[in-house]
């Protein structure tokens, strides 16, 4: 008990020096996100835009497909109805582990198709490193000047790669595209996911592409040169998306944007599979974290002299004149891609569960154990910064006093547990703001629905990022392993262009 | 800064708060004096009014 207590003490006596860290700490995981600001009012109004392409290029078209016949043809349809010379384009289709009849459509629609069975490697990304296997055998991965990537869910607007041919024509390397949704008012889930993937076109993919940094690949729907491929595909964790753009990013590839190239994917409507998809996500986006942060990091303050890959090695540069302008480019270039590393780098830090971790050791334990030694004095149940907890303190006043001891170590380790849920009811009526903003500014290109379903989408939208807090947590302790998400919309792009 | 311009007035707020007042008032008002002056005065309240949010926005440092 003696022992107990001189933990306790001690422990109690160091909270003004853990406050002080506590609160340095928030400074810097702020600090390192206040671009974000900056990137929500550029993208608010501005989007990089590309000139109509002068040439038309060769491109692939990957398709991975497990189990996809009911959905597949349709995003065969829609290829084979773009406004692009369709001699100029390839569908390949990778049938992975498929037990139904997705290789049969994807064939009759005028796809390649290779099959593979493997119930070992499951990912995506072990199904696209087999397909581009079998390009490079026999056709040779530099016979296309570019290559798209797709889920088999997907459903292309008539211009799609036109558009994207218009950014690549400018030069772009890796451009990704404007992410809708199929399903949009099919349930809350779905909406939760439509606004989050618009979410990620205002709050980063149109600023950074003005801003020529790295914008994040998001599974499907984008556009890379073929030298990324040449030497394979290498991408195979449970999100190979992400490891592909902190790959990119730390050898200096721009990832841009087209806002005028849409795609259409289905978004899951049932809670257990979103789960296990968020579940996912969360396990690759640490994956990815302890894979190519310190690569990241180490490019933060050393440019490009530490790459792990590199797949530009064997070609040639041009011996370029010394001028001042051009060291003027070079210093230009040096900090973009210093920056975009620290971006990359701050968009894959697991600041959540640093939170989290920050406030259970100080604000719970630490704080309990100073109670422990100097009581309660006077504090509102209402404590806390949120619009919600200055409203309650306005309407109720109800402050705490109690002695030291016992009572008071249990009593403060409740009250920072209900600061905490306070905080966070708080944070979610606030974050409302943000569907509202979305269902405003994207009017024009979001499903025409009702006033009730915005409503009840406002309310549930900020669900998503409490369920990817938690699947974060989570992630950090489970194993999670790839398991297919089902498709079932039978939505074609002729029911979208007649809807919108 | 033309294209700049040209995105400013023609999407995402725009359309909502510039382009469909302007769009009703040409419909409803044929006074096509009182319609210009009208549109450059939703012109003005529509800049001045996304300046201000947006500096709201840097000033909040929303949404972070």
């Given at each position: 008990?003696?022992?107990?207590?001189?933990?306790?003490?001690?422990?109690?006596?160091?909270?003004?020096?853990?406050?002080?860290?506590?609160?340095?700490?928030?400074?810097?995981?702020?600090?390192?996100?206040?671009?974000?600001?900056?990137?929500?009012?550029?993208?608010?109004?501005?989007?990089?835009?590309?000139?109509?392409?002068?040439?038309?290029?060769?491109?692939?078209?990957?398709?991975?497909?497990?189990?996809?016949?009911?959905?597949?043809?349709?995003?065969?349809?829609?290829?084979?109805?773009?406004?692009?010379?369709?001699?100029?384009?390839?569908?390949?289709?990778?049938?992975?582990?498929?037990?139904?009849?997705?290789?049969?459509?994807?064939?009759?629609?005028?796809?390649?198709?290779?099959?593979?069975?493997?119930?070992?490697?499951?990912?995506?990304?072990?199904?696209?490193?087999?397909?581009?296997?079998?390009?490079?055998?026999?056709?040779?991965?530099?016979?296309?000047?570019?290559?798209?990537?797709?889920?088999?869910?997907?459903?292309?607007?008539?211009?799609?790669?036109?558009?994207?041919?218009?950014?690549?024509?400018?030069?772009?390397?890796?451009?990704?595209?404007?992410?809708?949704?199929?399903?949009?008012?099919?349930?809350?889930?779905?909406?939760?996911?439509?606004?989050?993937?618009?979410?990620?076109?205002?709050?980063?993919?149109?600023?950074?592409?003005?801003?020529?940094?790295?914008?994040?690949?998001?599974?499907?729907?984008?556009?890379?040169?073929?030298?990324?491929?040449?030497?394979?595909?290498?991408?195979?964790?449970?999100?190979?998306?992400?490891?592909?753009?902190?790959?990119?990013?730390?050898?200096?590839?721009?990832?841009?944007?087209?806002?005028?190239?849409?795609?259409?994917?289905?978004?899951?409507?049932?809670?257990?599979?979103?789960?296990?998809?968020?579940?996912?996500?969360?396990?690759?986006?640490?994956?990815?974290?302890?894979?190519?942060?310190?690569?990241?990091?180490?490019?933060?303050?050393?440019?490009?002299?530490?790459?792990?890959?590199?797949?530009?090695?064997?070609?040639?540069?041009?011996?370029?004149?010394?001028?001042?302008?051009?060291?003027?480019?070079?210093?230009?270039?040096?900090?973009?891609?210093?920056?975009?590393?620290?971006?990359?780098?701050?968009?894959?830090?697991?600041?959540?569960?640093?939170?989290?971790?920050?406030?259970?050791?100080?604000?719970?334990?630490?704080?309990?154990?100073?109670?422990?030694?100097?009581?309660?004095?006077?504090?509102?149940?209402?404590?806390?910064?949120?619009?919600?907890?200055?409203?309650?303190?306005?309407?109720?006043?109800?402050?705490?006093?109690?002695?030291?001891?016992?009572?008071?170590?249990?009593?403060?380790?409740?009250?920072?547990?209900?600061?905490?849920?306070?905080?966070?009811?708080?944070?979610?009526?606030?974050?409302?703001?943000?569907?509202?903003?979305?269902?405003?500014?994207?009017?024009?290109?979001?499903?025409?629905?009702?006033?009730?379903?915005?409503?009840?989408?406002?309310?549930?939208?900020?669900?998503?990022?409490?369920?990817?807090?938690?699947?974060?947590?989570?992630?950090?302790?489970?194993?999670?392993?790839?398991?297919?998400?089902?498709?079932?919309?039978?939505?074609?792009?002729?029911?979208?262009?007649?809807?919108? | 800064?033309?294209?700049?311009?040209?995105?400013?007035?023609?999407?995402?707020?725009?359309?909502?708060?510039?382009?469909?007042p302007i769009s009703y008032l040409d419909k409803k008002i044929k006074n096509k004096k009182v319609v210009k002056f009208l549109s450059?005065?939703i012109?003005?309240?529509?800049?001045?009014?996304?300046?201000?949010?947006?500096?709201?926005?840097?000033?909040?440092?929303?949404?972070?």
């Amino acid at each position: 008990m003696q022992i107990i207590n001189i933990i306790i003490t001690s422990l109690g006596f160091s909270y003004n020096a853990c406050k002080d860290f506590y609160d340095l700490l928030g400074v810097i995981l702020s600090a390192i996100v206040i671009h974000k600001a900056f990137y929500f009012v550029l993208g608010m109004f501005f989007t990089r835009k590309f000139k109509k392409a002068k040439n038309y290029h060769k491109y692939g078209i990957c398709i991975a497909a497990r189990n996809e016949e009911k959905v597949i043809g349709n995003l065969i349809d829609s290829i084979n109805k773009q406004d692009y010379p369709s001699e100029l384009y390839t569908i390949f289709v990778v049938a992975d582990n498929c037990t139904d009849n997705t290789a049969k459509i994807a064939a009759s629609k005028g796809a390649i198709v290779y099959e593979r069975h493997d119930e070992v490697h499951k990912t995506k990304g072990f199904a696209l490193q087999y397909l581009f296997k079998n390009i490079e055998k026999d056709y040779k991965t530099d016979s296309f000047e570019g290559y798209f990537i797709f889920d088999a869910d997907n459903l292309l607007k008539k211009d799609y790669i036109s558009k994207m041919n218009d950014a690549f024509d400018e030069g772009c390397k890796i451009i990704t595209s404007y992410r809708n949704t199929k399903n949009f008012d099919e349930n809350w889930i779905a909406s939760t996911y439509a606004l989050h993937w618009i979410r990620s076109i205002r709050t980063n993919h149109r600023a950074r592409s003005i801003l020529r940094l790295a914008t994040n690949i998001q599974g499907t729907g984008f556009l890379f040169s073929n030298e990324i491929v040449k030497n394979g595909w290498k991408y195979t964790s449970l999100t190979e998306d992400r490891a592909l753009t902190a790959d990119a990013v730390a050898q200096g590839y721009q990832i841009t944007y087209q806002d005028e190239a849409e795609f259409f994917d289905e978004q899951p409507i049932s809670l257990k599979v979103a789960l296990r998809q968020r579940l996912r996500w969360s396990k690759g986006h640490l994956q990815a974290f302890a894979e190519s942060g310190p690569y990241l990091f180490i490019n933060i303050f050393f440019g490009k002299k530490f790459i792990k890959t590199n797949w530009n090695k064997e070609q040639k540069y041009e011996k370029r004149k010394k001028s001042y302008k051009q060291l003027l480019l070079n210093i230009v270039e040096s900090i973009r891609h210093r920056f975009a590393s620290f971006d990359t780098l701050v968009q894959l830090t697991p600041i959540s569960f640093i939170n989290l971790v920050r406030w259970l050791i100080v604000s719970v334990i630490i704080y309990s154990c100073y109670s422990y030694i100097n009581g309660i004095a006077d504090v509102s149940l209402f404590s806390g910064g949120s619009f919600l907890t200055k409203f309650l303190r306005k309407v109720f006043v109800i402050n705490i006093n109690i002695p030291s001891g016992y009572k008071a170590l249990l009593v403060s380790g409740l009250l920072a547990i209900w600061f905490r849920i306070l905080y966070r009811i708080g944070a979610y009526f606030s974050n409302m703001l943000m569907a509202i903003y979305l269902l405003i500014i994207e009017e024009a290109r979001i499903k025409k629905m009702s006033f009730k379903n915005k409503l009840l989408f406002i309310f549930t939208w900020p669900t998503f990022d409490i369920i990817g807090r938690y699947t974060t947590y989570a992630a950090l302790f489970m194993d999670v392993t790839w398991k297919p998400i089902p498709h079932e919309s039978k939505i074609t792009i002729d029911d979208i262009n007649g809807g919108n | 800064m033309k294209e700049a311009k040209k995105q400013f007035y023609n999407e995402g707020f725009a359309t909502t708060f510039y382009k469909k007042p302007i769009s009703y008032l040409d419909k409803k008002i044929k006074n096509k004096k009182v319609v210009k002056f009208l549109s450059l005065l939703i012109k003005i309240i529509y800049t001045l009014l996304v300046i201000i949010l947006a500096g709201y926005i840097l000033y909040k440092k929303l949404p972070i």
